[in-house]
T-cell receptor, first 109, second 116 residues
Framework: GQNIDQPTEMTATEGAIVQINCTYQ??????LFWYQQHAGEAPTFLSY??LDGLEEKGRFSSFLSRSKGYSYLLLKELQMKDSASYLC??????????WGAGTKLIIKP | ETGVTQTPRHLVMGMTNKKSLKCEQH?????MYWYKQSAKKPLELMFV???????ENNSVPSRFSPECPNSSHLFLHLHTLQPEDSALYLC???????????????FGAGSRLTVL
């Protein structure tokens, strides 16, 4: 079966750096997505990786290794507003999105 | 108004009631989706519409009935639901229903459904 694994919850300190990992086993690969979802709000798109390597976008970066079935989302200079759930999703060979259960990130002062 | 708008934001219904969830997108997208989000579970795709035609129905019980009257509006009609159907129902839209490129989903804030 197809599976996306990510930690259920993580805690980090304001101003620090945190890395949220995502591993996947899917039928083929056509891109990996990260979305952010604040409590009670819509998920919003953060990043898209289809080739190996690091994509940087301000304080957020996303890394992909297709051979290892692995990605991470790196958040730098953490702010309280970064407290949210982070959803990893992989598009398989049929262009279906397979979702992880999300990682709840708690930022402490 | 821009983005994806869902109404109502909260809904409580009995198992014998009939209600509808509404979704509207103002992005000019061609595809619209219904997802179910339960606590600590992955998003579950329920239905996909492309240019008002249903292109996917992921074995969803018949007590959920989608309707897409035009490319901007999507409904989810609910009847004789079960308590386990309590969840957040998210609507999303994208430029295309699949295909290459990022094809990013834009989500609404969801309708929180409680079935008593």
């Amino acid at each position: 079966g197809q599976n996306i694994d990510q930690p259920t919850e993580m805690t980090a300190t304001e101003g620090a750096i945190v890395q949220i990992n995502c591993t996947y086993q899917t039928s083929g690969f056509n891109g990996l997505f990260w979305y952010q979802q604040h409590a009670g709000e819509a998920p919003t798109f953060l990043s898209y990786n289809v080739l190996d390597g690091l994509e940087e976008k301000g304080r957020f970066s996303s890394f992909l290794s297709r051979s290892k079935g692995y990605s991470y989302l790196l958040l730098k200079e953490l702010q309280m507003k970064d407290s949210a759930s982070y959803l990893c999703a992989v598009r398989d060979s049929n262009y279906q999105l397979i979702w992880g259960a999300g990682t709840k990130l708690i930022i402490k002062p | 108004e821009t983005g994806v708008t869902q109404t109502p934001r909260h809904l409580v219904m009995g198992m014998t009631n009939k209600k509808s969830l509404k979704c509207e997108q103002h992005l000019g997208h061609n595809a619209m989706y219904w997802y179910k989000q339960s606590a600590k579970k992955p998003l579950e795709l329920m239905f996909v519409y492309s240019l008002e035609e249903r292109v996917e129905n992921n074995s969803v019980p018949s007590r959920f009935s989608p309707e897409c009257p035009n490319s901007s509006h999507l409904f989810l009609h609910l009847h004789t639901l079960q308590p386990e159907d309590s969840a957040l129902y998210l609507c999303a839209s994208s430029q295309d229903p699949g295909g290459s490129g990022a094809n990013v989903l834009t989500f609404g804030a969801g309708s929180r459904l409680t079935v008593l």
